[in-house]
């Protein structure tokens, strides 16, 4: 007997404007599975599943594949994560549009030169490949998107520190009119969008990343037009700036991720002034703990991050590592904790991190997700071990 609130596969194909194979054919790829199944084996559908078949067509139309799209999709329609999708589902959009425009530009400069020439000029025919090749690192960058998001958002939400760790962070750089400054691996611009207001007129920014997809965003979000600002692709190993350029470098949770460490230590202290400052961020050991903890409960196969970034560059050993090039070197941390009361942003969370838990937890997505709620019934408290290291060259 069919329930209120429930469709029969042909009246979610019906009501979707999709075939009945289609919607079979997700069933089948395990990508959009029915809410209910009778015991007679008819498929039912809720409201909540035209949701996540919203989401599958996205993709599908800007171009992903069936297996892409099963990694980059959840099963919840918690309207906090919704939100969010629709947001990351925005920039991908933006993205492409863009992306499309510069094709559409070097098609035409390719045509024209070869209309005015009547010779195939190769540089630009070698430009256009690349462009059109670009759509390969769309996946990438909306995981990379997604994964910031649900990291921000958890702290945002929950941390118990009134000032953010942007606003902290931007205090610490004691800014002033005149300044030339660089920021490493800058994300999505969080700590300059966050504290435009209380920025200096008179002061200089390039704001860098490897990443061309997160330097997009940055540029969307801080917006070109601000003349304070320029935007630079940039790997911090070899940083395309002259000696003694800079009066601040910031790296904001950036140095554990390089492979060379003291390569880029050693960039950054070329391109800085005499007397000017390095500033860049990290956690200890104890950082976020709690969620470890809590994931290896649930299944002990699961590992949150393949490496112990801490170990690599953290506040227990960072100052190994700046001790070579700068001196009165200072540790400052940030004050801080978590007291999460709701699962969702716990499971984005654990979700967004870059070890082995998608194999293991979205298979058991609902199983996880019922386990946190559990967890975050009585608040559940997260330790906050982050802060920087602030070196001057001599």
Request: with cysteine; aromatic share 10%; net charge negative.
């Amino acid at each position: 007997m069919k329930k209120d609130g429930y469709y029969t596969s042909g009246e979610f194909a019906g009501m979707a404007n999709v075939s009945v194979r289609t919607i079979r054919f997700y069933d089948k790829k395990n990508i959009l599975k029915p809410s209910r199944v009778s015991e007679s084996g008819i498929r039912y559908y809720t409201d909540s599943d035209f949701a996540r078949l919203q989401q599958i067509l996205l993709l599908k139309y800007l171009g992903f594949s069936l297996d892409d799209i099963r990694e980059m999709t959840v099963d919840d329609m918690d309207w906090h994560y919704m939100l969010n999708s629709l947001k990351l589902q925005q920039k991908l959009v933006q993205d492409r549009i863009e992306q499309l425009q510069l094709v559409e530009r070097a098609v035409q400069d390719t045509a024209a030169a070869l209309e005015t020439g009547h010779e195939i000029d190769w540089s630009q025919m070698l430009e256009l490949i690349r462009l059109t090749g670009m759509e390969k690192s769309l996946k990438s960058q909306y995981q990379n998107a997604s994964n910031i998001s649900a990291r921000i958002r958890l702290h945002s939400l929950y941390s118990q520190n009134p000032k953010g760790w942007f606003p902290w962070v931007f205090e610490q750089c004691g800014l002033r009119d005149g300044m030339t400054v660089l920021e490493l691996g800058s994300g999505s611009g969080s700590l300059w969008t966050e504290n435009r207001d209380r920025l200096p007129r008179e002061v200089k920014i390039v704001v860098s990343d490897i990443s061309e997809g997160m330097l997009r965003d940055a540029r969307r979000e801080i917006g070109s037009e601000d003349s304070r600002f320029r935007f630079e692709n940039v790997d911090a190993h070899r940083i395309p700036f002259p000696e003694e350029t800079f009066d601040l470098v910031i790296a904001n949770h950036v140095l554990f991720y390089c492979e060379d460490i003291d390569g880029v230590c050693r960039e950054v202290y070329r391109v800085l002034r005499r007397g000017g400052t390095f500033l860049c961020s990290t956690y200890s050991s104890s950082h976020m703990k709690e969620i470890n903890e809590l994931v290896r409960d649930f299944d002990s196969r699961v590992t949150l991050s393949a490496d112990k970034l801490y170990e690599r560059f953290g506040l227990e050993n960072g100052k190994e590592y700046l001790q070579p090039y700068y001196e009165n070197i200072e540790i400052r941390r940030y004050e801080d904790r978590l007291l999460v009361d709701r699962p969702e942003p716990l499971v984005d969370y654990v979700l967004s991190c870059h070890g082995n838990q998608n194999q293991y937890l979205l298979e058991r997505y609902k199983e996880f997700r019922n386990y946190v709620e559990q967890k975050t019934s009585h608040v559940f408290s997260i330790t906050k071990d982050a802060g920087i290291f602030i070196g001057t060259k001599a």
